[in-house]
Nanobody, 123 residues
Framework: QVQLVESGGGLVQAGGSLRLSCVAS????????MGWFRQAPGKEREFVAA????????YYADSVKGRFTISRDNAKNTVYLQMNSLKPEDTAVYYC????????????????WGQGTQVTVSS
């Protein structure tokens, strides 16, 4: 079993930056590909970014490409999401997720989820 805890959310003005962190405990972190998803009120959960087990391969949603960067530090059991040039439409609860295989952009393919952290971008 893997437990995931996100942090780093908050309120930021449009154009600002935030860095989200997700710390994993339990089984070997480096065995899991990791992803970030988000869910805005009244909308379905959507893919944001994913990273392979060793960090060599990354995937991004078109809506965040060039603005967000996913990374991981396996020594610290942590995956990060650096978010720059934030827009009001980035407002959502952000979740990290893990799966014991290659990265995926599909939420149903992930086995483990954190509780989420709120990101609010004001205009």
């Amino acid at each position: 079993q893997v437990q995931l805890v996100e942090s780093g959310g908050g309120l930021v003005q449009a154009g600002g930056s935030l860095r989200l962190s997700c710390v994993a405990s339990g089984r070997t972190f480096s065995s899991y590909a990791m992803g970030w998803f988000r869910q805005a009120p009244g909308k379905e959960r959507e893919f944001v970014a994913a990273i392979s087990r060793r960090g060599g391969i990354t995937y991004y949603a078109d809506s965040v490409k060039g603005r967000f960067t996913i990374s991981r530090d396996n020594a610290k059991n942590t995956v990060y999401l650096q978010m720059n040039s934030l827009k009001p439409e980035d407002t959502a609860v952000y979740y990290c997720a893990g799966r014991g295989n290659v990265g995926s952009m599909y939420a149903h393919e992930y086995d483990y989820w954190g509780q989420g952290t709120q990101v609010t971008v004001s205009s």
